[in-house]
């Protein structure tokens, strides 16, 4: 998928990769706003949804049955009514039916509602929902709302919008909009539309992939995906010429053989110099061996954050998932003893928990559902935008968010639990 043009012996800037990796929109960096506060993400999306004029498109893992996000429905539900808004929200075959979907109760006879199941987990079918989460979501975040975008890693539920820190940017582009939307509908082709659990059917012939639903959702990942036209108006280069940003939507979907954050990530690291400075936070950290071998590679000063035990997401859960933290803190400890050049970080803060996932280095950020972990790559479909730009205004609102996080880290902590080789095994093979 990396098609640059470049003489013999010439290095091309990382700029030119992205053009060569994934679709270039630019934008006008007074147009990106930066949120940093969960609360803030919640009032804007409950804003927006109550002033909507034309489309609102929503992808998640789930949405929570909370009053803030019965509050979006209704909302939406009155600007469909009100002014003939299409709206349209697709989630997670798995995850977003554990509850039925109770948050959505007042959208379902009149938005859209989709249910997407990664193709390579068919046979999950006969497993309870929670087991096949385990095996692979459909992990995509954003929010459009009319030519607004908000960019996200966090999910459309109440627990993402009290102490859990996370990403959100919001990007005012009408050409990034129609990409997003042109995505969305895509991901509706290949998805089931939602029914009440009822009659929702799980044995249903329907959720199958099909030799021929497999290629045409083939076809079309390669079309979003890549750097090709998304119309007869549209070019690879779009958005106003004096624009000082460029915002590049990549990708990671391995049963389509489409692992674009992993790409740019691992380039990113590779061609760092000496005098980078690079910050890479995950809230499940448990990097492939390409990237680990990138990070130990790199000449660049790395600084990876992640969760402290107790602001990991599985902290005090039944079962083996009470283990999980203990998993990753362990796989953070193996990856600093083959990564001596890596500073981790642990964020702790009292009541909260981590969710925050991305990269920063100088001019440029990566935001998006991304882990950068195995299971991202492999098993669960993500979106992510590189963000470069020559705004100097921008740049230190990226940096101050990156510093915001860095406020509540720490020095790793070895702290975790002793576990069988077996439980160990068995944790490990779905993170």
């Not at 954050?305 to 283990?323: C, D, E, Q, V």
């Amino acid at each position: 998928r990396i098609q640059i043009l470049f003489e013999k012996g010439q290095m091309p800037s990382f700029e030119r990769i992205l053009n060569g990796i994934a679709r270039k929109i630019k934008v006008d960096s007074q147009n990106i706003t930066i949120m940093t506060k969960p609360r803030l993400f919640r009032d804007t999306l409950l804003n927006r949804s109550s002033i909507v004029e034309r489309r609102a498109l929503l992808s998640s893992l789930y949405y929570g049955s909370g009053l803030s996000e019965q509050e979006i429905a209704t909302n939406l539900r009155q600007r469909i009514k009100d002014r003939g808004c299409h709206v349209s929200v697709i989630l997670d075959y798995h995850r977003g039916t554990r509850d039925n979907g109770l948050g959505l109760k007042a959208l379902r006879s009149e938005g859209s509602m989709y249910l997407y199941r990664t193709p390579h987990i068919y046979w999950c079918n006969y497993l309870p929902n929670q087991l096949g989460e385990f095996m692979g979501v459909h992990h995509m975040k954003y929010y459009l709302f009319d030519e607004e975008v908000i960019v996200s890693g966090a999910n459309l539920s109440e627990l993402y919008f009290g102490p859990r820190q996370d990403r959100y940017y919001s990007i005012q582009s009408a050409h990034f909009a129609e990409y997003v939307a042109y995505l969305h509908e895509l991901h509706e082709l290949c998805s089931l539309p939602w029914q009440p659990m009822s009659q929702f059917n799980r044995f249903n012939k329907h959720l199958k992939w099909t030799p021929d639903k497999f290629r045409v959702a083939q076809v079309n990942a390669d079309r979003f995906s890549c750097n090709t036209v998304v119309d007869e108006n549209s070019t690879r280069d779009c958005g106003p010429t004096s624009a000082d940003t460029a915002v590049y939507p990549i990708f990671q979907m391995g049963w389509h053989h489409i692992n674009q954050i992993e790409d740019v990530v691992s380039t990113l690291l590779q061609r760092a110099s000496p005098g980078d400075d690079v910050t890479i936070a995950s809230g499940y950290f448990n990097p492939t061996k390409r990237l680990l071998e990138s990070i130990r590679k790199s000449r660049a000063r790395i600084r990876i954050i992640i969760p402290s035990i107790s602001a990991n997401g599985f902290y005090r859960g039944s079962y083996l998932k009470g283990f999980v933290p203990d998993v990753y803190n362990l796989i953070a400890f193996r990856a600093l003893c083959e990564c001596p050049n890596v500073e981790f970080l642990e964020y702790e803060r009292e009541g909260w928990s981590f969710h925050a996932k991305g990269i920063w280095s100088k001019n440029l950020t990566i935001i998006g559902s991304s882990n950068l972990s195995r299971r991202s790559v492999a098993r669960d479909s993500e979106f992510a935008v590189a963000i470069l730009t020559k705004s100097d205004d921008l740049s230190r609102r990226m940096s101050d968010e990156r510093d915001m996080l860095l406020g509540y880290c720490r020095s790793l902590q070895k702290e975790y639990r002793p576990l069988s080789i077996v439980g160990h095994a068995l944790i490990s093979s779905f993170l």
